[in-house]
């Protein structure tokens, strides 16, 4: 990873309203760079980029599975420093 500072990725599910957001930190000492939060920070996790990449797999095939995206994952994130 290069490093461009700390990163922010964030989306809301529309009923019920939930927050999702991704942090990226490259510059962070540990091999945690990738920090996960559903739902205000309820339910947390840390990532490697590994960990990431797996987790990205297995749930873009899980989700596929249920049918069509619905329309409100059709846009742009942009990230954001904060």
Same mark, same amino acid.
């Given at each position: 990873?290069?490093?461009?500072? /700390? /990163?922010?990725? /964030? $989306? @809301?599910?529309?009923?019920?309203?939930?927050?999702? =957001?991704? &942090?990226?930190?490259?510059? #962070?000492?540990?091999?945690?760079?990738?920090? $996960?939060?559903?739902?205000?920070? #309820? @339910? /947390?996790?840390? $990532?490697?980029? !590994?960990?990431?990449?797996? $987790?990205? #797999?297995?749930? =873009?095939?899980?989700?596929?599975?249920?049918?069509?995206?619905?329309?409100?994952? &059709?846009? !742009?994130? &942009?990230?954001? @420093? &904060?």
């Amino acid at each position: 990873m290069t490093a461009t500072g /700390r /990163r922010f990725y /964030r $989306l @809301r599910t529309p009923e019920p309203v939930t927050a999702v =957001s991704v &942090r990226v930190d490259p510059d #962070r000492p540990d091999p945690y760079p990738i920090y $996960l939060a559903v739902g205000a920070g #309820r @339910r /947390r996790m840390s $990532l490697t980029p !590994d960990e990431a990449w797996a $987790l990205w #797999r297995c749930l =873009s095939e899980a989700v596929a599975s249920l049918g069509t995206p619905p329309d409100y994952i &059709r846009t !742009d994130i &942009r990230p954001a @420093r &904060r």
